[in-house]
């Protein structure tokens, strides 16, 4: 039997709204309660009770499942006759696949081009229609809108529907069951559209309002928190491709109400600090998460780190663990880095023999992680160099005893231009390369895409400069240099304007500018 449910307006809802609508949700024919595993290992570094609530468990390795699922189940007989519909490249697509294969209902599902093929096999598996179309979610959701009007579908929002929020709110549910403590607990959500924060919090501050809920964004896509700051929904121009789980330009208009009024404070991490918990959580549970779904326990240890909280209970949602293998390298690459046990630096040293023994016994007992090196017909040399760091803060106490012995010393822990590009190309410097101008571009990253990508540059201005390298992700990133004369700079904007790439001017890096020029 279909129960019949209130049709609500944003900002119509309030906390036993949600709680009333999680138990009586339809989650269970398709989902299961995850377990609560502790962390042994992180737990005894942060000084706190660590737990890890498993959404990464769900059959289709995501918490999507559950809103899927629950709003499908309380479809008329009418509207699953129809069938339903929805526009998504990741998470959500599997948990409509699997939702209308289990209740026997057509599902179409629209995803970018850029989608990685293990995604769309994975929803064919399962009997839905996938149409691919366009390069962006923006584009796949507008024919999603189309295909619904023309199909007659009724649309799976991602998040922003009562329903599907109240299914994601039973992990609240279970998690008042498996968390019986005494003192003070904290719950970290990891914040895409809203709809996981929305209905965990609207489910524990109905039932338990002295739990602490924070939220977590990556801090180059906090659409929440600007919203909250801002005291309304706010668009942002762009958003960071690495935790594409919870890439979302504008929040829901459910879950931004729901999310100001009953979320207590809020963290926002970089790609670095997601990386070293993606270690984190494999090293206390093999496991290896989504960027996504690591966010939560960076913005959990973040959190202790700036307040100091100590001998409290903590608990962080790890959300999904859809990572594509290719991802894999890029993390291992900067986890270190975002356990601040790394630094990575620009050295200028003698160019002479034994300049570089000379620098090694200048860093003492300090192993070296990544030493870059390219000989040039000069009396100075530029070493890109990564050096262990045997805790948090030694960085700049490296720094300044380098420097005191009379070396000039550029700190790029945190340049991403470095991390991603100038790391891989140390060596090749152009003094030929007059006029040279140097841009970071983004394109989607699908099969032809870096051709259309080399085909649009081509034009009056010669390349340069070029690198780009794969990183497993819906987006790929490329460093091009363009040799623009004087005189040329009205025409090359104009160039760029309507290139259809989004680009970034990196001509004042000092990576760049000490590496490859």
């Known amino acids: 039997m279909v129960m019949q449910v209130r049709e609500f307006k944003p900002g119509e809802m309030d906390a036993m709204d949600v709680l009333r609508l999680a138990l009586t949700s339809k989650v269970y024919g398709a989902a299961i309660e995850t377990p609560v595993s502790e962390t042994p290992s992180l737990s005894a570094r942060l000084g706190n009770r660590v737990l890890l609530k498993r959404e990464d468990l769900q059959p289709i390795f995501s918490f999507k499942l559950r809103g899927a ?148 964004e990556p801090d180059d896509s906090d659409a929440m928190f600007q919203s909250v700051q801002a005291g309304e929904r706010v668009r942002l121009d762009s958003v960071g491709i690495f935790v594409d789980g919870v890439a979302v330009k504008q929040v829901g208009a459910f879950t931004f109400d729901l999310t100001r009024r009953y979320v207590d404070d809020w963290v926002r991490v970089n790609t670095d600090e997601v990386c070293a918990a993606i270690k984190d959580v494999f090293d206390d549970t093999r496991a290896v998460m989504e960027p996504a779904g690591a966010l939560a326990v960076a913005g959990l240890k973040k959190y202790v780190a700036e307040r100091g909280v100590r001998g409290e209970t903590l608990v962080g949602l790890t959300c999904g663990a859809n990572v594509n293998f290719d991802r894999l390298r890029h993390v291992a690459e900067r986890a270190e880095v975002g356990e601040q046990r790394e630094a ?48 948090a803060g030694q960085r700049a106490e490296l720094v300044a005893g380098l420097v005191g012995l009379g070396y000039a010393v550029t700190d790029l822990t945190e340049d991403e231009l470095a991390k991603v590009h100038v790391r891989h190309m140390v060596g090749g410097r152009a003094p030929e390369a007059t006029d040279e101008r140097v841009y970071s571009f983004t394109f989607p990253e699908r099969p032809g895409a870096l051709l ?10 010669n390349i340069s400069l070029f690198h780009y390298r794969n990183h497993g992700s819906a987006h790929g990133r490329v460093l091009a240099g363009l040799q623009v004369p004087a005189g040329d700079e009205a025409a090359f904007a104009a160039f760029l304007a309507g290139l259809g790439y989004p680009a970034v001017d990196m001509t004042a890096n000092p990576a760049y500018r000490l590496f490859l020029t």
């Open 452 to 461: 259309e990508f080399l085909t649009h540059l081509h034009g009056r201005w």
């Open 69 to 216: 699922y629950n709003k499908m189940a309380q479809l008329t007989a009418e509207e699953r006759a129809r069938g339903v519909i929805c526009a998504s490249a990741g998470n959500h697509a599997q948990g409509v696949a699997f939702a209308a294969q289990k209740l026997g209902v057509r599902a179409v599902i629209v995803m970018p081009a850029t989608t990685p093929e293990i995604k769309v096999g994975a929803c064919r598996a399962r009997g839905a229609e996938v149409v691919l179309f366009g390069d962006s979610f923006s584009d796949a959701e507008a024919r999603a809108f189309e295909l619904q009007r023309e199909l007659g579908l009724t649309f799976v929002h991602p998040y922003d529907d009562p329903l599907v929020l109240a299914g994601q709110g039973t992990v609240a549910l279970e998690l008042l069951r498996q968390v019986e403590v005494d003192g003070p607990v904290t719950v970290f959500v990891p914040v895409g559209g809203g709809g996981l924060i929305a209905g965990v919090a609207g489910v524990l501050k109905a039932l338990r309002p002295d739990i602490r809920i924070v939220g977590v």
């Open 344 to 391: 990575i630096l620009a050295v200028t040293i003698p160019e002479r023999p034994g300049a570089y023994r000379e620098f090694m016994e200048a860093l003492g007992a300090r192993a070296i992680t990544e030493f870059n090196y390219r000989f040039a017909p000069r009396e100075e040399a530029q070493i890109f160099v990564g050096v262990q760091l045997a805790r």
